[in-house]
């Protein structure tokens, strides 16, 4: 079993810059890559950002050059630095870890992300 725990959320305006992290724990040797996903009020779930044990990441096109995926493998932590913020990302923002044959895939709790003047 994996824990997955987020935190960083919050309330910023437009324009500002939030860090999320999600720490892993239990049996994380076999995890193979981790992504942030987010879900707005009435829309599906969608990626943002993934990436592998590799450092291989992907980013969804709304994103692109605002939003950086990192991860610590000391840590067992992932991170989401999001910069210059739109009122359209506001959303909850959910850690994933899969295996690499996906498995087995787990979810944390979410966080709340609100960009709003």
């Known amino acids: 079993q994996v824990q997955l725990v987020e935190s960083g959320g919050g309330l910023v305006q437009p324009g500002g810059s939030l860090r999320l992290s999600c720490a892993a724990s239990?049996?994380?040797?076999?995890?193979?890559?981790m992504g942030w996903y987010r879900q707005a009020p009435g829309k599906q779930r969608e990626l943002v950002a993934s990436?592998?044990?590799?450092?291989?990441?992907n980013y969804a096109d709304s994103v692109k050059g605002r939003f950086t995926i990192s991860r610590d493998n000391a840590k067992n932590t992932v991170y989401l630095q999001m910069n210059s913020l739109k009122p359209e990302d506001t959303a909850v923002y959910y850690c994933?870890?899969?295996?690499?044959?996906?498995?087995?895939?787990?979810w944390g709790q979410g966080t709340q992300v609100t960009v709003s003047s």
């Open positions: 994933n870890a899969r295996d690499r044959g996906y498995n087995w895939n787990y």
């Open positions: 239990g049996s994380i040797s076999s995890i193979y890559g």
């Open positions: 990436i592998t044990s590799g450092r291989i990441t």
